[in-house]
């Protein structure tokens, strides 16, 4: 059986729709390559389930929380809890780092997170400075801290949409953020 090669002036000469075309049929078969359905409907329903859940019961803590707290707190392990997200912030910033260096698409996750932890950051800074630094904290987030939150997370978007986007079976002029998941 002698099997017929493209050449590239023959794949040169597909259109996208072809070429699409081709690729869906050169790929693995779903079942070799996602998991089983059933397994990904319970995943799915759960962690709907589970943020669904979370954000409604967050609402009455929220609102618990705003009216009963006290303005001023005395609070154990100050310097751990700090310490603690300051080494969380280097590792997601190494992370970054390493992922960014090695040119590897994980790169997005850390990126993303990393940007969400700038932001937490600023905010704890900021909101629990005493009065004589609360502009040092805020010379810092305006100056430091948002600014590279901003590039990192809008970094990882880019990234997230380039990788959609160029995938070859994205479907032109569908948009990275209609684009659905495989299963």
């Not at 705003?66 to 912030?89: C, E, H, K, M």
């Not at 590897?104 to 990393?114: H, K």
Request: proline letters at 7%; a positive charge; aromatic letters at 10%.
């Amino acid at each position: 059986m002698t099997i017929g090669r493209l050449s590239d002036e023959e794949i040169d000469a597909m259109s996208a729709d072809d070429r699409r075309a081709l690729i869906r049929r050169l790929q693995l078969p779903p079942e070799r390559v996602l998991p089983r359905p059933e397994l990904v409907r319970i995943h799915r329903r759960v962690r709907l389930t589970l943020m669904v859940g979370g954000s409604i019961a967050l609402i009455p803590w929220i609102v618990y929380l705003a009216v009963s707290l006290p303005p001023n707190y005395q609070a154990r392990n100050w310097t751990l809890a700090w310490v603690g997200f300051d080494i969380l912030l280097v590792i997601m910033m190494a992370a970054t780092a390493y992922l960014g260096w090695q040119r590897r698409q994980l790169l997005v996750l850390p990126a993303f997170g990393t940007g969400l932890l700038l932001l937490v950051d600023a905010w704890f800074d900021v909101t629990t400075a005493n009065p004589r630094d609360v502009w040092f904290s805020i010379a810092i987030a305006c100056l430091g801290e948002i600014p590279l939150a901003f590039l990192q997370i809008t970094g990882a978007l880019l990234l997230f949409k380039f990788v959609t986007v160029a995938h070859p079976l994205a479907e032109p002029g569908v948009s990275a953020w209609r684009t659905k998941l495989p299963f």
